[in-house]
T-cell receptor
Framework: DGGITQSPKYLFRKEGQNVTLSCEQN?????MYWYRQDPGQGLRLIYYSQIVNDFQKGDIAEGYSVSREKKESFPLTVTSAQKNPTAFYLCASSSQMQGSYGYTFGSGTRLTVV | AQKVTQAQTEISVVEKEDVTLDCVYETRDTTYYLFWYKQPPSGELVFLIR??????QNEISGRYSWNFQKSTSSFNFTITASQVVDSAVYFC??????????FGTGTRLLVSP
């Protein structure tokens, strides 16, 4: 079945460490997105990519980095510069031709800093 | 700029009650799309409905119905005869001018037996 796979489901990080969240899709979608969800704040866009080897900052990109070397993959690195990384992270994808049909979401990764 | 407001942070109802979740949006674009997503405790966002700005027809799907009114920039969602399985966080979202999807802050619905 086509879909988006995010791993791991739960992730713990020590302060000062970088950590990478995985996002893989087999929907042949062109665009991919990373959102951060905090209680009471909805979903905020971190980074997005509309084509391989290209990506743009979203509303809260500071302290995060991404790469898009393959169409299927869009990993997110939470760096030590991110002051408050504990949150729920959602990856999504959409077809360039049918972006107005909305996004398909993964099941999320819950990151906790210990 | 695009903005979505979901003023209801949390709603609690008893099973079989009807409940309406409000959504108000802002955009200057004449072409836009409105969405509702459901987020169950598992975390994944589940697509419920998409409506474009040129179609103001209300829609009904089983116990779910949506009321789109451009005059008040609202896209409200009603669940009839709510069930415990409806307990979730519901997000309204807007895509205007083929830009990125912008979400409201969500409404947590708790349906008790």
């Amino acid at each position: 079945d086509g879909g988006i796979t995010q791993s791991p489901k739960y992730l713990f990080r020590k302060e000062g460490q970088n950590v990478t969240l995985s996002c893989e899709q087999n929907l042949n979608h062109d665009a991919m997105y990373w959102y951060r969800q905090d209680p009471g704040q909805g979903l905020r866009l971190i980074y997005y990519s509309q084509i391989v080897n290209d990506f743009q900052k979203g509303d809260i990109a500071e302290g995060y980095s991404v790469s898009r070397e393959k169409k299927e993959s869009f990993p997110l690195t939470v760096t030590s510069a991110q002051k408050n990384p504990t949150a729920f992270y959602l990856c999504a994808s959409s077809s360039q031709m049918q972006g107005s049909y909305g996004y398909t979401f993964g099941s999320g990764t819950r990151l906790t800093v210990v | 700029a695009q903005k979505v407001t979901q003023a209801q942070t949390e709603i609690s109802v008893v099973e079989k009650e009807d409940v309406t979740l409000d959504c108000v949006y802002e955009t200057r674009d004449t072409t836009y799309y409105l969405f509702w997503y459901k987020q169950p405790p598992s975390g994944e966002l589940v697509f419920l409905i998409r409506r474009n700005s040129f179609d103001e027809q209300n829609e009904i799907s089983g116990r779910y119905s949506w009321n789109f009114q451009k005059s008040t920039s609202s896209f409200n969602f009603t669940i009839t005869a709510s069930q415990v399985v409806d307990s979730a966080v519901y997000f309204c979202a807007l895509m205007a001018g083929f830009q990125k999807l912008v979400f409201g802050t969500g409404t947590r619905l708790l349906v008790s037996p």
